[in-house]
């Protein structure tokens, strides 16, 4: 397989090798003359965006600034809008649906990089792909990583953070918040993920804004 094969497949990949630089460099001159054209040039930005994306509805409006990966991997339907500063990393496909809006600063990550420092400073990268149903509304700042499926008529509100100790990830970080807050420990054979939606939807009225916060784009795949 060559290394866009892989990346394609959502394997471990080179992105320095077998055309990929340039694809990327490709992308970003499509992005870099978006950015530039004057906000009542609609039908060129229009036109720029057919270009790049893998596919397109009839009616779309993405404002500046935008940035992508490759391009050729997004698919957005009918009536999608974009505010400002977003973001599409779509070193695998990335599916969009009919009537999805995003507020500003919205990222959707379909790359990523090995978790442990070893693999990681190999220079190899991965993806997942990331799908988005129809009529869904993203608040701003909210980041969907690799892998993540948002259903229809889904809702995310503006995102806020709190601190992640060293070496924590997010699905830690939530654990570990919602544990702080209640003495639970898993059960047999209970993953970390499922410990986390079970004790989400035990305390469906949480308070802890700690919590609340880093829910809506960590473990959005598994309450929509």
Not at 83 to 104: E, H, K, Q, S, W
Not at 153 to 169: D, I, K, M, P, Q
Not at 187 to 199: I, M, S
Request: with cysteine; charged share 25%.
């Amino acid at each position: 397989m060559t290394q866009k094969e892989r990346m394609l497949a959502g394997l471990p990949y080179k992105a320095w090798m077998d055309g990929l630089p340039e694809e990327r460099a490709r992308a970003q001159r499509a992005c870099w003359e978006f950015n530039r054209l004057p906000p009542d040039a609609r039908a060129e930005r229009t036109a720029l965006l057919r270009g790049l994306f893998g596919r397109t509805g009839e009616h779309l409006h993405i404002e500046e600034p935008f940035h992508c990966d490759l391009g050729y991997n997004i698919e957005v339907g009918e009536w999608f809008y974009a505010n400002y500063n977003c973001v599409i990393l779509d070193v695998c496909r990335v599916t969009i649906g009919d009537n999805v809006m995003f507020a500003p600063n919205v990222a959707i990550y379909a790359a990523g990089h090995p978790v442990h420092p070893a693999a990681r400073n190999s220079g190899y990268e991965y993806g997942q792909p990331v799908a988005i149903g129809n009529n869904v509304w993203l608040g701003g700042n909210t980041v969907v990583t690799p892998g993540v499926t948002i259903g229809d008529n889904v809702v995310v509100g503006a995102v806020s953070y709190t601190h992640l100790r060293a070496h924590e990830t997010g699905r830690n970080l939530v654990c570990r918040l919602l544990l702080e807050k209640k003495n639970t420990h898993r059960r047999a054979h209970e993953t970390r993920h499922e410990l986390v939606c079970r004790l989400l939807l035990e305390k469906k009225n949480n308070k802890d804004k700690r919590v609340s916060a880093c829910v809506n784009t960590i473990v959005i795949r598994s309450v929509t």
